[in-house]
């Protein structure tokens, strides 16, 4: 027989594994109640009352009201979606992004520009933070959009975003925000908060992969991104994904009532990995404290790629940064923001843990670390 290698998964920011409730509950959908959620016989049907029920419940876990929910193909769909059809529905008014967003949202703002769109990109300081000020001094009647995630993906730093809603809503300019890493750990309510625009993806707590929802305000415009059929009340083409929206539901419910004894869970297993590294001499965390999950570590004069090289041949995945990027050259524009130089970028890693990593595994994965790094020192 086989042996089954022991893997201890700290890139819990890349995705997650889908959970037994969301397989369940999503396997009915294949191959029974197989309809297309958009057909008018008893199988249609069928699947759009599942579909509904689903948007019901995502709805009701973030305050927000059904119909403003849309699905989508994940963060990223979401991300551009919102970016390119805020701002063409803007009519072209200057966008404002922060320079720690994700890939999908850079990418989007690139082809904003290409469109003739002026997008300005807002600073963060050194503990990862947006510079709330600069953001105040540039906000004028000729913003029509203002994007600033939630959570940072390779940080975890936490952004201020009901006071740039407030800011955004004072102005009358759109507020969008990613909410990609921060979903399965805050207590996200869309109309306290007061965001016009909101993204999150399935994936990143336990659901399926290649699903994920934009909230709209309703009474807010944006131009449709893909383009088809009427599906999603008109404002997004395409089949909808059916088992994949109810595992969306699924694993969303299940988040949100486990929230906070996995936030315990979180806090206790990232201390017992940082006493292990206790006493190693210039190891820093980037980044201001944020999500309990996301640890982003620079240890002097140790290159990432080959830390996570031989971190990966012991059975350990930990992360640069953000998954998408992995196969770029270039430092995180995440950490260069922050101040770090390009060999501090190099010299840093992502570690983000899970519920069901348990403290023996993170404390061993940090011994492990530790001896790594002591290693490519001494060479
Ligand atoms: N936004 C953030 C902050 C992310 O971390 C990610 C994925 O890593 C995305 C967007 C993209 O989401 P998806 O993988 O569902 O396309």
């Not at 399965?184 to 929802?213: C, Q, R, T």
Request: charge should be negative; glycine fraction near 8%.
């Amino acid at each position: 027989m086989q042996s089954v290698e022991k893997i201890i998964y700290l890139d819990h920011a890349a995705t997650t594994p889908l959970c037994l409730e969301a397989l369940e509950a999503m396997s009915p959908f294949y191959c029974e109640c197989f309809g297309n959620a958009d057909s008018p016989h008893k199988l249609g049907r069928k699947a759009m009352v599942a579909v509904d029920s689903a948007r019901d419940k995502i709805a009701a876990v973030i305050g927000a009201n059904p119909k403003e929910i849309y699905f989508t193909s994940g963060g990223t769909e979401a991300d551009n979606w919102a970016l390119v059809g805020g701002a063409l529905a803007q009519k072209g008014k200057r966008v404002i992004i922060s320079a720690i967003e994700h890939h999908a949202v850079l990418a989007a703002a690139d082809k904003l520009r290409s469109m003739g769109v002026q997008v300005d990109v807002l600073p963060v300081n050194q503990g990862g933070r947006v510079e709330l000020n600069v953001l105040k001094e540039w906000l004028d009647e000729d913003v029509g959009l203002v994007c600033v995630m939630t959570a940072n993906n390779e940080t975890g730093v936490l952004q201020p975003v009901c006071e740039i809603a407030a800011l955004c809503k004072e102005k009358g300019c759109l507020f969008f925000t990613d909410a990609v890493q921060a979903m399965p750990y805050l207590d996200v309510n869309v109309k306290e908060w007061g965001v016009d625009m909101l993204s999150f993806s399935a994936h990143k707590f336990y659901g399926p992969k290649g699903i994920g929802a934009l909230y709209i305000k309703s009474g807010v415009k944006i131009e449709k991104f893909v383009c088809g059929g009427e599906q999603e009340r008109g404002m997004r083409g395409g089949t909808v994904n059916v088992p994949s929206v109810v595992g969306f539901a699924t694993a969303l419910e299940k988040t949100a009532k486990e929230r906070k004894d996995r936030e315990k869970h979180l806090q206790t297993i990232r201390a017992a990995f940082l006493e292990e590294l206790a006493g190693v001499e210039g190891v820093y965390i980037n980044g201001d404290e944020g999500l309990p999950a996301v640890l982003n570590l620079r240890f002097d004069g140790v290159d990432n790629d080959s830390l996570l090289y031989a971190m990966d041949l012991q059975g350990v995945a930990m992360a640069a940064g953000s998954a998408c990027a992995s196969a770029s050259v270039k430092p995180s524009h995440v950490l260069t923001a922050m101040g770090l130089d390009e060999t501090q970028a190099k010299n840093s890693v992502r570690i983000s843990f899970g519920k069901d990593n348990s403290e023996e595994d993170v404390r061993y994965a940090a011994r492990l670390l530790r001896a790594e790094v002591e290693k490519q020192r001494a060479l």
